[in-house]
């Protein structure tokens, strides 16, 4: 069966019918599915029951190098993991025992920051490519949606006038910055120093599609020699215009989905929930530019 794509919104976004993800793609499958990522930036495909962790590993595994070890630390965590894949990215509300957070656990509060519309590793020097969220198990209904923002329409759509002045902006993207403005505590000395921050450009040339896109995230703190609350009033310009509902796709979760996206040409945030009562395990394995030891 060859792949078939349903458009989820009008410019980006598709629902893929005919891979099968628990087997590893063969060369023709592989570049339909690379070619849909590059023509919608979001993918999404239903499984069920959900990929097991080995499946969501192999699968990601052809997309390109994936992510294998911890980017930053984070205080008091302990090495342990609820999922011991090294490569899995675990973005439940569930702590190492596979209980519910505590309330104002560090972790819980750094990770309530992804409600804020961010692109994945942003904050690192190798960027994100594709990041694969698997949802093994939902809250009743589905829980929350996650959004996605068409970064390449928002570009195409900005004012002449501001494409000229961000075309050579350079950002400074910090993962402890982002935690703080979403309301996590203060990072340590240790912490801001196992993750330093990343310099992007914002405006980049995605190489897929070939059409330029914002890269922008909650990450970016300031833009280079610029001062700084001028700095941070355009960044917040730009992406209020990039998240205008004509540029969003929200996606509503079923167990077993595995949303693929593209964080070259998108940003996202997860949307609230209660994540004090309701378990939500969605796991998470991500591609980058190049190999990261």
């Known amino acids: 069966m060859a792949l078939t794509a349903r458009p989820l919104h009008s410019s980006f976004a598709a629902e893929i019918a005919g891979v099968d993800m628990r087997r590893p793609p063969d060369s ?16 999404v495909y239903r499984n069920e029951p959900p990929l097991t962790d080995a499946e ?44 519910i957070y505590r309330d104002g656990d560090r972790q819980l509060l750094f990770k309530r920051a992804n ?7 942003s904050f690192h020097p190798v960027r994100a490519t594709y990041s694969l969220l698997s949802a093994v198990a939902l809250p009743p209904g589905g829980g929350p949606d996650t ?22 902006l350079v950002a400074e993207h910090s993962y402890w910055h982002s935690r703080v403005v979403g309301g996590g505590p203060e990072a340590t000395a240790e912490e801001l120093a196992s993750r330093p921050p990343a310099p992007h450009r914002i405006v980049q040339l995605h190489p897929g599609s070939g059409r330029k896109t914002l890269y922008l995230a909650s990450h970016a703190q300031r833009i280079i020699g610029m001062p700084l609350e001028e700095g941070r009033a355009l ?9 205008q509902r004509q540029f969003v796709y929200a996606h509503k979760w079923r167990r077993g989905d595995v949303v693929i996206w593209d964080n070259r040409c998108t940003m996202h945030r997860a949307m609230p929930f209660d994540d004090r009562h309701e378990r939500r395990d969605v796991r998470r394995t991500t591609c980058r530019e190049r190999a990261v030891a």
């Open 147 to 168: 959004e996605f923002a068409d970064m390449r329409a928002a570009y195409d759509a900005l004012p002449a006038a501001m494409k000229a002045r961000a075309e050579d």
């Open 56 to 99: 969501h590993i192999e699968f990601s595994r052809r997309l390109g190098p994936i992510q294998r070890s911890r980017v930053l630390a984070v205080a008091g965590r302990n090495g342990a993991s609820r999922v011991p894949p090294p490569e899995i990215i675990d973005q439940s509300n569930l702590d190492d025992d596979g209980e």
């Open 235 to 243: 960044l917040a310009e730009l992406t209020a215009f990039a998240t």
């Open 28 to 43: 023709a499958t592989l570049a339909a599915v690379i070619a849909a990522m590059d023509r919608y930036g979001v993918s």
């Open 115 to 121: 409600r804020l519309w961010h692109t994945d590793m």
